[in-house]
């Protein structure tokens, strides 16, 4: 199993210019999450997906997108890239179900987007 | 809201304990803690559900005081291996599954 995917590694983006972060597992997990990790602020959860079809707002949703139209890819979506978007983003999978929020999440190695 | 984690940073020498402590405003359902190491991705650890249970992981245990909702993950006679920066994720009572990390705590084990 390659687990939890994320394409591309690095990203350079110029501002106003859009873009779309990858992130595939092959465990056939119902959850998947996408978060931004700045300097001192943690991990901040940005949108989740509990099944394809389903997904909502974490704690920072402006300027994301996302669509889960299939169990394995969770892709997401820059609208119009700010400099305040320069993070790196990793992107998780659970096999939690049903609100049982009680299994582990299994991060990918992450996409470090830089937007000048 | 984010969990609050303390310390926000401590450097032990190998051998010796430390605990990093993990708060929230809110109840909670469960707890979890993850340790990522510089460059990488988060790694679990352990999840503690709601109930006061206390798990461990080889010399890495946790609890959970649901009623005081806190958790405390306790490294005993630490090693090189367990540097990196600990973080907990916090599950509140109700609702889907959403897990909000701390800001996480600095951990570094010199020889």
């Known amino acids: 199993n390659a687990g939890v995917t994320q394409t591309p590694k690095f990203q350079v983006l110029k501002t106003g210019q859009s873009m779309t972060l990858q992130c595939a597992q092959d465990m056939n997990h119902e959850y998947m999450s996408w978060y931004r990790q700045d300097p001192g602020m943690g991990l901040r959860l940005i949108h989740y997906?509990?099944?394809?079809?389903?997904?909502d707002q974490g704690e920072v949703p402006n300027g994301y997108n996302v669509s889960r139209s299939t169990t394995e890819d969770f892709p997401l979506r820059l609208l119009s890239a700010a400099p305040s978007q320069t993070s790196v983003y990793f992107c998780?999978?659970?096999?939690?179900?049903?609100?049982?929020?009680?299994?582990?999440?299994?991060f990918g190695p992450g996409t470090r987007l830089l937007v000048l | 809201q984010q969990p609050v984690q303390s310390p926000q940073a401590v450097i032990l020498r190998e051998g010796e304990d430390a605990v990093i402590n993990c708060s929230s405003s809110?109840?909670?359902?469960?707890v979890h803690w993850y340790r990522q190491k510089h460059g990488e991705a988060p790694v679990f650890l352990m999840i503690?559900?709601?109930?006061?249970e206390q798990k461990g992981h080889d010399k890495i245990s946790a609890s959970f005081n649901e009623k005081k909702q806190q958790s405390s993950l306790y490294l005993t006679a630490s090693q090189l291996s367990y540097s990196g920066t600990y973080f907990c994720g916090t599950v509140n009572s109700g609702g889907y599954q959403k897990v909000t990390f701390g800001t996480g705590t600095k951990l570094q084990v010199i020889p």
């Open positions: 997906s509990v099944g394809a079809g389903i997904t």
């Open positions: 503690l559900l709601k109930g006061g």
């Open positions: 998780a999978s659970s096999r939690s179900s049903g609100g049982s929020a009680s299994a582990p999440q299994y």
């Open positions: 809110k109840a909670l359902y469960s």
